[in-house]
């Protein structure tokens, strides 16, 4: 993690730098010196970032390079909360401290008596722009850096207004400054800027970007617009009252409080915005999937691999506002993509597996959160059930044909993780299904709508045989003497028509093998039952794993279910 200054799902997040240029773990909280203040959009190390660049204020001998620039500093001297952060530069003798909005920041920089104040920035490699226009006090430019998620438009635009003119100004390229211009594209360009100061004077900058434009970007500047460092600050931290304050806990423990509190800052923060408000006062976004200007909202950097359990069912109970926009942006995104995303950051990324979209859409509607429209969004959750993203793989389901017809996705194909795509597959089919009443006018007849599909026996195979093998665990080590050979038989009974039509050869033993066994359970002592469990159901079990080892990706759940005393039956 990393201390994010931002506010509740804002577009811009903003963070101290003590790694490298393009490092994922940008902020280590062992680290002992800060390179710059970085605007990140940054969801999680191993996805990296877009859209970055940073300011770094300084006071001496004019320092570029990231290397020279870092400055010692203590944690001592640092505050950080969700709507302000502050730090002190031992090196420099100045104090940084940072106010956020959901596209803005404030800057106030509180320097020591000297002829040598700087404040650099830095666009970043890859491609960047920047311009000085000191007659203005103001820097704009752009930057084009990361990690893959774009169109080949992608520019986050950027604008910097100060409130002190520029005794000094350049521009530099690879850390070195260039002179006679002070306007500079390349593959790795910044600014410099600087001016003299009094003991304790404080400097102000007002930081603004757009994935629009830089008139956008100017736009955006208005969130601050004439309020001072202090109004910023005291708004942010309203902001972040009212949503954190939507759920209020009673403890004596206070670190308790603050860990509920802390964690709940954390599921706040993604999805990220990734709308704006155009001069009309529309909402409009840069889509991340085809790189046009487009109506409505967006959202990004989230995970349904890892959100689609808990952060969006919370956010459609607890905000659920905001669970609408995020639904809308949902459909955005397939009209703009043709599929939902699975990762996104910004546009789609190779990351994890399953079509947890499907999760995600379906929970919002059964809580009645989306107003979208429902053909529309249902038409996605088929695309992506029965097809996969031309260029990443883990966008619909890869495997989708196999799955289809089988009813699972095979080891032996060339598809990694082919167990946990059979399984979240089959949940998320499960989502898609009870769903048709709330989709309204849509039809449904083309999707897997009823039970003689595999996917759904398969899910309902598993829950089935979990009962059984409960209840005859049940019988040999509970302290109950009953064993309820009825319930026993109409769960194998239940079994034989699903595991019909599962077109899976251990399914097909399996029929054959529980009927034998409820015959035997039913008729049997428990001391019979007993053995029968300790000595030749684990040599089938063996058997069965050697001829067919495909065929038994979901054995284990059958091994870790049932109940066990000391001494009972081992692995």
């Known amino acids: 993690t990393y201390p994010a200054i931002a506010l509740p799902w804002g577009m811009n997040f903003w963070m101290p730098q003590t790694g490298k240029m393009g490092d994922g773990w940008a902020y280590t909280y062992a680290s002992d010196k800060i390179r710059g203040f970085k605007q990140t959009h940054q969801p999680s190390p191993w996805i990296n970032d877009y859209g970055q660049f940073s300011i770094m204020p300084m006071t001496g001998r004019l320092r570029i390079d990231q290397e020279q620039r870092a400055c010692?500093?203590?944690?001592?001297?640092?505050?950080?909360?969700?709507?302000?952060?502050?730090?002190?530069?031992?090196?420099?003798?100045?104090?940084?401290?940072?106010?956020?909005?959901?596209?803005?920041?404030?800057?106030r920089f509180t320097f020591p008596e000297t002829k040598d104040a700087y404040i650099v920035i830095d666009a970043f490699d890859r491609g960047s722009y920047v311009k000085v226009i000191p007659e203005e006090n103001k820097i704009v430019g752009y930057t084009t850096r990361n990690s893959g998620g774009v169109p080949?438009?992608?520019?986050?635009?950027?604008?910097?207004?100060?409130?002190?003119?520029?005794?000094?100004?350049?521009?530099?390229?690879?850390?070195?400054?260039?002179?006679?211009?002070?306007?500079?594209?390349?593959?790795?360009?910044?600014?410099?800027?600087?001016?003299?100061?009094?003991?304790?004077?404080?400097?102000?900058?007002?930081?603004?970007?757009?994935?629009?434009?830089?008139?956008?970007?100017e736009l955006n500047l208005k969130e601050i617009g004439k309020k001072t460092f202090e109004q910023t600050k005291e708004a942010g931290r309203k902001a972040w009252n009212d949503v954190l304050g939507r759920i209020k806990i009673e403890d004596n423990d206070e670190n308790r409080m603050r860990t509920?509190?802390?964690?709940?800052?954390?599921?706040?923060?993604?999805?990220?915005?990734?709308?704006?408000?155009?001069a009309q006062g529309e909402t409009v976004h840069y889509s991340p999937y085809n790189g046009e200007v487009r109506p409505g909202y967006m959202f990004t950097d989230t995970g349904f691999w890892d959100t689609f359990r808990c952060l969006f069912p919370f956010v459609n109970l607890v905000y659920p506002s905001m669970g609408e926009k995020m639904q809308e942006g949902l459909l955005n995104t397939y009209q703009e993509s043709g599929f939902f995303p699975e990762w996104a950051s910004p546009g789609h990324r190779g990351c994890m597996v399953g079509n947890n979209s499907a999760s995600v859409v379906?929970?919002?509607?059964?809580?009645?959160?989306?107003?979208?429209?429902?053909?529309?969004?249902?038409?996605?959750?088929?695309?992506?059930?029965?097809s996969v993203h031309p260029r990443v793989s883990t966008t619909g389901r890869r495997g989708y044909e196999y799955y289809n017809k089988m009813g699972y996705v095979p080891y032996d194909v060339k598809i990694n993780e082919s167990a946990a795509r059979t399984l979240e597959y089959a949940y998320d089919d499960w989502c898609i299904y009870p769903g048709k009443t709330h989709y309204k006018s849509c039809k449904i007849s083309s999707h897997k709508?009823?039970?003689?599909?595999?996917?759904?026996?398969?899910?309902?195979l598993i829950g089935i045989s979990l009962l059984l093998f409960l209840n005859v665990a049940n019988a040999i080590f509970a302290s109950t003497e009953k064993f309820n050979a009825d319930i026993f038989l109409l769960l194998v009974l239940s079994s034989w028509k699903l595991t019909s039509s599962c077109q899976c050869r251990l399914f097909s033993i399996s029929q054959c093998s529980l009927l034998f066994l409820s015959i035997f359970c039913a008729s049997g002592s428990k001391e019979d039952i007993k053995h029968l469990f300790s000595t030749v159901v684990p040599l089938f079990v063996f058997l069965v794993f050697s001829i067919y080892p495909k065929d038994c990706i979901f054995f284990h759940f059958f091994l870790i279910s049932a109940p066990r005393k000391p001494g009972s039956l081992q692995q």
């Open 260 to 278: 509920f509190y802390s964690c709940l800052y954390r599921s706040v923060l993604f999805p990220r915005m990734f709308y704006e408000v155009n």
């Open 72 to 107: 010692w500093f203590s944690h001592k001297a640092e505050k950080a909360t969700p709507y302000y952060y502050s730090v002190y530069l031992s090196e420099y003798n100045l104090t940084t401290e940072i106010a956020p909005t959901e596209r803005c920041a404030y800057f």
């Open 449 to 460: 709508n009823s039970l003689s599909h595999p996917a759904i026996n398969l899910f309902l």
């Open 362 to 386: 379906a929970d919002a509607f059964m809580k009645n959160v989306t107003k979208a429209d429902a053909e529309k969004m249902y038409e996605g959750l088929l695309k992506g059930a029965n």
């Open 152 to 217: 080949r438009n992608f520019k986050n635009y950027f604008v910097i207004e100060f409130d002190k003119p520029f005794t000094f100004n350049k521009v530099w390229a690879d850390y070195h400054t260039v002179e006679k211009h002070l306007e500079l594209q390349s593959n790795h360009v910044g600014a410099a800027i600087g001016f003299s100061t009094k003991k304790g004077e404080q400097v102000h900058a007002k930081v603004a970007s757009s994935f629009i434009s830089p008139e956008q970007a």
